[in-house]
């Protein structure tokens, strides 16, 4: 299963959990479709009542509950062209929280809440991407936890130093 990239890759310095592993690999066939033109897996992305999952990674990685994924046992090795995605994927959406990548996810124009019916789970096509903010990247992070640990370190930069050896 490819996802096993961010984890083998990332794990460690993304804190990765399964809700946290779905929202990023919605936000790697969004990058794959916007920086290469092409899908990065074949497989559905549906529109759940609270976000964009895969449900195969759901169901692989659900006995993890909400602790964070440590290893995984899937050998799938990508192409460079489709390993500097995640790679992307990691440096780019990977220090938000999970709460902030649904929020993210969930922004107005977004391809869910184009396609999200709570009567239905309903599939996200690539075309729905394309169509959607999504596809024009990560728009930046206000509002987010990351938003706001970035303003302290601009306006106080030794603040959380300062905590981490208190």
């Given at each position: 299963m490819w996802p096993c990239a961010f984890i083998a890759c990332h794990g460690d310095s993304l804190a990765l959990t399964n809700l946290?592993?779905?929202?990023?690999?919605?936000?790697?066939?969004?990058?794959?479709?916007?920086?290469?033109?092409?899908?990065?897996?074949d497989d559905a992305i549906e529109a759940r009542e609270y976000d964009p999952i895969?449900?195969?990674?759901?169901?692989?990685?659900?006995?993890?509950?909400?602790?964070?994924?440590?290893?995984?046992?899937?050998?799938?090795?990508l192409a460079y062209e489709e390993m500097r995605v995640v790679d992307y994927v990691a440096r780019s959406y990977g220090a938000m929280t999970a709460f902030d990548l649904v929020s993210l996810s969930h922004r107005d124009g977004g391809a869910w809440?184009?396609?999200?019916?709570?009567?239905?789970?309903?599939?996200i096509s690539s075309g729905d991407i394309i169509d959607s903010v999504d596809f024009k990247g990560i728009?930046?992070?206000?509002?987010?936890?990351?938003?706001?640990?970035?303003?302290?370190?601009?306006?106080?930069?030794?603040?959380?130093?300062m905590l981490e050896n208190s």
């Open positions: 946290k592993l779905n929202k990023l690999v919605y936000f790697a066939q969004v990058e794959s479709l916007r920086q290469r033109g092409v899908e990065l897996f895969e449900p195969a990674v759901c169901h692989e990685f659900k006995r993890f509950e909400k602790s964070m994924i440590r290893d995984c046992e899937c050998g799938t090795k809440g184009r396609v999200f019916d709570p009567h239905a789970d309903r599939i728009g930046g992070v206000s509002g987010t936890f990351e938003a706001g640990a970035r303003g302290v370190m601009r306006a106080m930069p030794n603040a959380l130093m």
